[in-house]
């Protein structure tokens, strides 16, 4: 389970992604000069401010009126007046640079990423000796960890410094070499042409974050010295380096703080980590990383490319014809989550933790039409639960920050975050107070969105504790903003205003507008957040009174409509939008990842969702293809979803410009959109699984969707919501067994396509007369019951 090349990476979108959650390391694999590209999930620039927006609250009434009115033009203008800052940006800490003696007359190269152990090597020989490099990103020791070996002894001689693109000065302490900076206080977003669009504070006052990176090394022969170029390990035949980094970021208050000693912090972490021997150290990383990424097996069929082929051609070649290439896609994405989202860190933004850029696309922030919310949709059904918390914790930032932005941007209850976030949780629409296009900046169902997973959270789990302490306290809050944020039309209807359908435009004779009323979106969001606190409320037993006004809103809610193509209308009006191929399909958003219409709620609306997806078509950037292949698994057709995963299974070169419709992945399968954004492998991942397994009408579907390409196979480890866990086998293209792990006492109900019989311990429990018919049994926490067919 690779991802390897024969060669150095020469674009960054070649080196081997490794991280922990806060450090993250990008592998080149360079010979004589290595480099390590670093960051650490909380260099961000900026500060938090007050975005807040006092005149907007004015400003609402106004475009309400004017959208009434038919007057979209004076909407979308009076909407930019209702804007606060852009966000901040995330950041690139710099590099580890390796400079080895031995030159670059290099023979046997190998580079590679093994997903399962989560180790990326670099081996290679230089006259007649073999050099190995092993890198990996320990979240038990909190380190990176670089070995570097020659088969000869005494052959081995580098030197190894730090550097970054942001302000810093380096010294040496002892045995380290450190650097020390400070983040700029502003950033300007990449789209945004400006002068200055760096801006730093002085380095004593500054309100933006410090940051500290420390190297260390221990060495077997040969010497060690420390100076102002760096370590120089000279004639060792191996040497481990250790890197740990630092912000004065303070999640308690979400801010910097002065009390952080960072020089003590990443001097223990060091001295924790190099007190230890390797194989100490590498044994518990690989404990804790096959602890989460071995919960999970798939297998497709025979992989038809060559065992050692590079990657980059391994994509070009055979694409999913490859059964190993999907697989290894697949793996890729639980691989990606593990590395950049762990209990304690932030949450894996546009590009995870990886990025070089002090002005990365969008700013590498939290968007939160879609990118943001994509990057966990493997977290459940894929059995990476833990990795679900850093959002679930950010969820929590942002609802209390959004509490304020709520009130005073439009005087409403609860809370409510926009179309774009940050590490300082912002929550006040962005466009710079007037420059962004409402079409992307004016969103206020962020925090709407999000809520969605802190139900899912608990519909996988059952955990009630969370659902009562954590979950339906910010769920409510968010129903209270919409129930505040909703207004009724001539009809007694409850719609949105002003509303879009995100970043597609829709056209009335030559004019394309953003801002109208009631989007399917903001009327699918808003009826599955209420929907979800009622059922919430009513498993907790409490707040009847408020799940009765949920149920009476959302009754009243303007209803979904079918258009004159036969799609379901992406605006409560029915207009073109100015794309029909836009790569957004948020009026999709009820069928997946959401769940209010499925073929047996709404078969209408559903049928009519099919038709908008038809109409879309089979293109997009990367995360636009990756979401499609989750919408069509809904559809239950496994091999349009193919299509989807082939199309996304497209090599982008590294300096492919930007484009918004012909998406694709890297040569080290990074999503590209391009360019590079993860949302795209998250997608896939979450696509991939949902074609095997669906539990989101009340019932565990197995193989729903399967491809026709995938005709034997088998996986292990999917969960479905109910707290179960679930292994399948199948042959020719048929379930042939199933084993279900519960974890609750409960009816379990389950969908096979075919007659199943169903036993525990060996003992017959039921078994379903007609094929295609749901079945259920009475399932006991804690045993494992069979699914045989008959
Ligand atoms: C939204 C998308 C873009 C891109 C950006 C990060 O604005 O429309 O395609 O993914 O987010």
Not at 112 to 128: E, F, P
Not at 568 to 580: A, K, N
Request: hydrophobic share 35%.
């Amino acid at each position: 389970m690779n991802i390897q090349f024969h060669s150095p990476a020469v674009y960054w979108t070649e080196a081997l992604p490794v991280g922990n959650g806060k450090l993250g390391a990008m592998v080149f694999g360079g010979v004589e000069k290595e480099r390590i590209a670093l960051n650490e999930d909380t260099l961000w620039s900026g500060y938090p401010s007050d975005w807040n927006n006092l005149g907007a609250k004015e400003v609402l009434l106004k475009v309400r009126e004017q959208i009434a009115q038919g007057k979209y033009e004076e909407a979308d203008r009076l909407c930019k007046e209702m804007m606060g800052p852009f966000t901040q940006s995330y950041l690139p800490f710099g590099d580890l640079q390796l400079v080895m003696d031995h030159g670059n007359v290099y023979g046997q190269y190998r580079r590679k990423l093994d997903l399962s152990a989560g180790i990326a090597t670099v081996d290679y020989s230089v006259g007649g000796v073999q050099y190995s490099r092993e890198i990996f990103a320990s979240y038990p020791d909190q380190a990176i960890i670089v070995r570097l070996q020659s088969s000869k002894a005494g052959q081995l001689s580098f030197r190894a410094q730090l550097d970054s693109p942001l302000r810093f000065t380096s010294s040496y302490e002892s045995e380290h070499y450190v650097i020390s900076g400070h983040a700029p206080e502003y950033v300007s977003p990449s789209y945004h042409h400006i002068e200055d669009p760096v801006r730093y504070g002085d380095s004593e006052t500054t309100q933006a974050l410090k940051f500290q990176g420390r190297l260390a090394a221990v060495h077997e022969g040969g010497t060690m010295k420390v100076d102002a170029d760096g370590l120089h390990v000279i004639g060792a035949t191996s040497a481990i380096l250790y890197f740990n980094a630092s912000t004065s970021f303070d999640p308690s208050i979400g801010a910097s703080s002065s009390e952080l000693n960072l020089k003590q912090i990443t001097t223990d972490a060091i001295h924790a980590v190099s007190g230890k021997p390797y194989e100490v150290i590498r044994n518990r990383h690989l404990d804790d990383h096959n602890k989460l990424f071995g919960r999970v097996a798939l297998s497709l069929g025979e992989s038809i490319a060559p065992s050692d082929m590079p990657t980059d051609r391994r994509i070009a070649e055979f694409g999913s014809s490859d059964p190993g290439l999907v697989e290894l896609l697949f793996h890729y994405g639980r691989y990606l989550l593990i590395a950049s989202s762990r209990p304690g860190t932030q949450p894996a933004n546009l590009q995870g933790i990886w990025n070089e850029e002090t002005r990365a696309p969008w700013s590498s922030n939290y968007t939160l039409n879609i990118n943001a919310e994509m990057n966990y949709w493997p977290a459940e059904s894929c059995n990476m639960a833990e990795m679900h918390e850093p959002l679930i914790d950010f969820i929590g930032r942002l609802a209390r920050n959004g509490k304020k932005t709520a009130e005073t941007n439009y005087g409403a209850r609860g809370w409510v975050a926009h179309h774009n976030s940050d590490l300082w949780a912002q929550t006040a629409p962005v466009g710079d107070f007037g420059i962004g296009d409402p079409v992307w900046a004016f969103w206020p169902m962020g925090g709407t969105w999000l809520t969605q997973h802190l139900w899912e959270h608990y519909a996988f789990s059952g955990d009630e504790v969370f659902l009562r302490e954590t979950a339906y306290p910010i769920m409510k809050e968010a129903a209270l903003f919409c129930l505040d944020w909703l207004i009724e039309d001539k009809d007694a209807h409850f719609i949105t205003s002003p509303s879009t359908s995100p970043e597609q435009k829709f056209v009335i004779g030559d004019k394309h507008y953003a801002v109208s009323e009631a989007s399917t979106m903001d009327l699918s969001l808003i009826g599955e957040c209420f929907e979800n606190c009622i059922q919430a409320a009513e498993q907790l037993k409490i707040d009847e009174d408020f799940a009765k006004t949920l149920l009476e809103t959302k009754q009243r809610l303007l209803p979904l409509q079918i258009g004159k193509h036969g799609q379901l209308q992406e605006w409560s009006q029915d207009f073109e939008g100015e794309d029909v191929h836009h790569r957004h399909v948020s009026h999709l958003v009820g069928v997946y990842p959401g769940r209010l219409i499925t073929e047996h709620t709404a078969p209408d609306l559903f049928q009519a969702a099919k038709t908008s997806l038809e109409i879309r078509g089979d293109g997009g950037t990367g995360w636009s293809l990756g979401w499609k292949i989750g919408l069509w698994a809904r559809f239950k057709d496994g091999n349009r979803a193919e299509r989807l995963i082939s199309n996304l299974l497209t090599l982008i070169k590294g300096d492919e410009p930007i484009n918004h419709d012909r998406g694709g992945v890297y040569a080290n399968l990074f999503d590209a959109h391009p360019p590079f954004q993860i949302d795209g492998n998250f997608a896939a991942t979450a696509g991939i699984a949902e074609l095997l397994l669906q539990s989101h009408q009340g019932y565990l579907e197995l193989l729903p969707a399967l491809p026709d390409a995938w005709k034997d196979g088998f996986v292990k480890g999917l969960r479905g919501r109910g707290g179960y866990e679930v292994d399948m086998e199948w042959k020719g293209g048929a379930l042939s067994k199933a084993e279900i792990a519960a974890s609750k006492t409960q009816t379990c109900k389950v969908l096979a396509r075919q007659n199943v019989r169903i036993t525990q311990d060996g003992e017959v429990i039921t078994y379903s007369q007609v094929g295609n018919g749901c079945i259920g049994f009475h399932a006991e926490s804690g045993k494992r019951y069979v699914v045989s067919t008959v």
